[in-house]
């Protein structure tokens, strides 16, 4: 019996899909893919005709294309990324549309329409390690554009890929790589991943002591405390839809950050006997993988109503002080010269919460003064009139932002400093 022969080709495969898609929806889900469609249309499917490539196929926030040259692609990548740029410019960095691009080349399988095999698969694997508006390579790609393109590719050495047999190595362009001016940094940055400030998500906690019973209470836990955070001025809080799609999979906290585009995880444990439970939580830097703080609380048991509202309350309170310490801690490293009116309320609740310190006290008055300073120039420049807090329009967010953290900066200047107010 004959045996159908498979068609199969030589071709340079571009996989590319939009960072943090899962929070951008969270934010404005309708927007967001208006927002898409446009840059597809606009710029995107053009410059892959204009490189004589083809769409194989679309992925929701993504797309898989093929050229019949390894430089075509690359040219074409670099071109949609130099779009993006100029098309997010002056756009608030937690809302820009931004490609990860990954490009292969290989031997597919063609296949109605569809190509496929290990060429595709390590193509996808490649955009998913590339940063936000970056583009990685593997070292076939390289060894085609070397000295075909005016690019230098950074050696990002062997790179274990996910449901890939051998190491791959990688190729990177960053975004200043690819544009420099893109990734200029502004005193309106919120970090150098474009992450909000205070992101976070709150995994699902997992249940340890192994009664199937206990499953709704430990999930009630999670949803509680996720709606706490969310009801905190400044927070981005990943929905609790979203979140559970981690539920019980070892995923790597830093991996979760550029999915979902937060700075901070929050997972942790409940397990209980016949008369006591156990509570453990964890709050991870996504960026680095750090762990930044732990908390630990034993109780009798009880009402499990009652006990849910008080696990609720005293995590989310921990976990507002401690992330506004570590923003605070941050902000000092990466750019402590650059604060706007946000940054300043977040130094000036640092010093609320830790009220008892000298120091703390010695800098509340400096820290009020430097914000009342940000909020009259922000009134001027917006208007020309006085430094009127109140009315300080808000159809801007800056201006927005400033009077928020005047609202928020009065819960300490008013037991702390003599600073005049509005």
Not at 196 to 223: H, K, M, W, Y
């Amino acid at each position: 019996m004959a045996t159908e022969r498979v068609e199969r080709r030589l071709t340079a495969i571009l996989a590319a899909d939009v960072a943090g898609y899962s929070r951008l929806t969270s934010m404005d889900e309708e927007g967001t893919h208006v927002q898409l469609k446009e840059h597809l249309r606009v710029l995107v499917d053009p410059k892959i005709s204009e490189h004589r490539g083809h769409v194989v196929k679309n992925t929701g926030d993504g797309m898989l294309a093929e050229f019949s040259s390894v430089v075509d692609a690359v040219r074409c990548a670099l071109d949609v990324q130099r779009g993006m740029a100029e098309r997010n410019a002056g756009m608030r960095r937690e809302k820009r549309i931004e490609f990860r691009i990954g490009i292969n080349v290989g031997d597919v399988i063609i296949d109605g329409g569809d190509i496929f095999g290990d060429g595709v698969n390590v193509a996808a694997r490649l955009e998913g390690i590339a940063e936000p508006g970056g583009i990685c390579v593997s070292a076939r790609v390289q060894e085609y554009t070397q000295g075909q393109l005016d690019i230098n590719f950074k050696d990002a050495g062997e790179q274990p890929l996910k449901n890939i047999a051998q190491l791959v190595r990688v190729y990177r362009l960053s975004v200043s790589d690819i544009d420099p001016l893109a990734s200029a940094p502004s005193a309106a940055a919120l970090s150098p991943l474009g992450r909000p400030r205070l992101s976070i998500v709150v995994l699902p906690f997992a249940n340890l002591g192994g009664d199937s019973e206990q499953d709704d209470f430990v999930d009630a836990i999670t949803e509680n405390l996720t709606t706490e955070l969310s009801r905190l001025p400044d927070y981005f809080v990943i929905a609790r839809k979203t979140a559970f799609a981690y539920k019980a999979k070892a995923v790597d906290a830093r991996q979760i950050g550029r999915e979902l585009g937060v700075r901070y995880v929050l997972e942790g444990s409940i397990q209980s006997s016949i008369d006591r439970l156990r509570v453990n939580a964890q709050l991870i830097d996504a960026e680095s993988g750090a762990h930044l703080w732990a908390e630990r609380f034993d109780k009798p048991r009880a009402d499990l109503f009652d006990m849910q509202d008080e696990i609720t309350a005293r995590l989310a309170r921990a976990m507002d002080i401690q992330l506004v310490i570590t923003e605070t801690q941050r902000l000092k490293r990466e750019r402590p010269k650059e604060l706007d009116s946000v940054d300043l309320a977040l130094r000036g609740h640092t010093v609320f919460f830790q009220r008892m310190s000298v120091a703390g006290a010695r800098e509340a008055p400096h820290v009020g003064s430097q914000l009342l300073h940000v909020l009259c120039a922000c009134r001027a420049s917006s208007s020309g009139r006085g430094c009127d807090v109140q009315s300080v329009g808000t159809d801007t967010s800056q201006c927005s932002n400033a009077f928020l953290s005047r609202c928020r900066v009065s819960r300490f200047a008013s037991t702390r400093t003599s600073f005049p107010r509005d």
